[in-house]
């Protein structure tokens, strides 16, 4: 699923690239843009202002980042269940002494709160010292399954501002090269080159924050499902622990 989201960005942006780049002609010889023009326009204006090739990796960045999100938040929604109501039934089964029916129930449910319980209900014949170890150590299996993909969100929230930055260097590069070339310092000369600088930035820090608002969004969730699934350990061992003194009694 990772792979379809990645590949259809990639080919989103490769169609965005060619129609900007189709239509830069034209928009280098209209440089009066009507009040009344959508944003849209706009913005793509201003993107091929920036130096199309160069502002391509910011964009870039955005999509890919977008993906890793998109398939971050899916994965992570798609794990949420009520806990609660799966507690209750596997205690049901637990009071009829039906422990293979709790571990199917879990097998069935998605999610790694179901996934920490079955693997707690697996080893019930085992001292409670081991069913412990055993849901702790599947825990934090769990918790890094949550957590994948994160570390490429965090590289992309980190690369957009820098590409930003290198394309201000890049902008005053050639600011400075139109001077020397000139012989002249003057606004028009200078104008070009500080633009692209200044684009670039504004791109680059404008796609970091919204991929920070993305990852925080996904921190978030990944939170609250490890709560959850601390939450039904504890409770599951409770239960655990009831079971075996009743079938001592």
């Known amino acids: 699923m990772k792979r379809l989201i990645v590949l259809f960005s990639m080919v989103f942006l490769v169609g965005m690239i060619q129609t900007v780049k189709a239509q830069e002609s034209t928009i280098d010889d209209t440089e009066i843009v009507d009040d009344s023009d959508s944003f849209h326009k706009q913005l793509k204006t201003k993107f091929i202002d920036g130096n199309v090739g160069f502002m391509s990796l910011v964009a870039l960045a955005l999509v890919l980042g977008l993906a890793f999100c998109i398939e971050r938040i899916i994965y992570l929604t798609l794990s949420e269940i009520k806990s609660y109501r799966l507690l209750e039934d596997i205690e049901k089964h637990l009071q009829q002494d039906d422990v293979e029916g709790a571990k199917s129930l ?3 449910t998605r999610g790694p709160v179901a996934s920490v319980c079955y693997q707690g209900l697996l080893h019930i014949r085992q001292p409670m010292e081991a069913i412990e170890r055993s849901i702790t150590n599947y825990g934090g299996l ?108």
Not at 193 to 198: D, E, N, Q
Request: glycine share 8%; aromatic share 8%.
């Open 106 to 108: 879990c097998q069935h």
């Open 142 to 249: 769990q918790a890094a399954n949550l957590e994948k993909g994160c570390s490429w969100i965090k590289l992309f929230i980190a690369m957009a501002p820098s590409l930003g930055f290198l394309g201000t260097v890049i902008g005053m590069v050639m600011a400075f090269d139109q001077i020397q070339q000139a012989g002249d310092i003057g606004p028009t000369i200078v104008a070009q080159g500080m633009k692209v600088a200044l684009i670039t930035t504004i791109f680059g820090i404008v796609v970091a924050l919204i991929l920070q608002l993305f990852y925080s969004y996904i921190l978030s969730k990944i939170e609250r499902l490890t709560a959850q699934m601390e939450e039904s350990a504890i409770t599951l061992l409770d239960m655990i622990t009831e079971y075996k003194e009743g079938k001592k009694r």
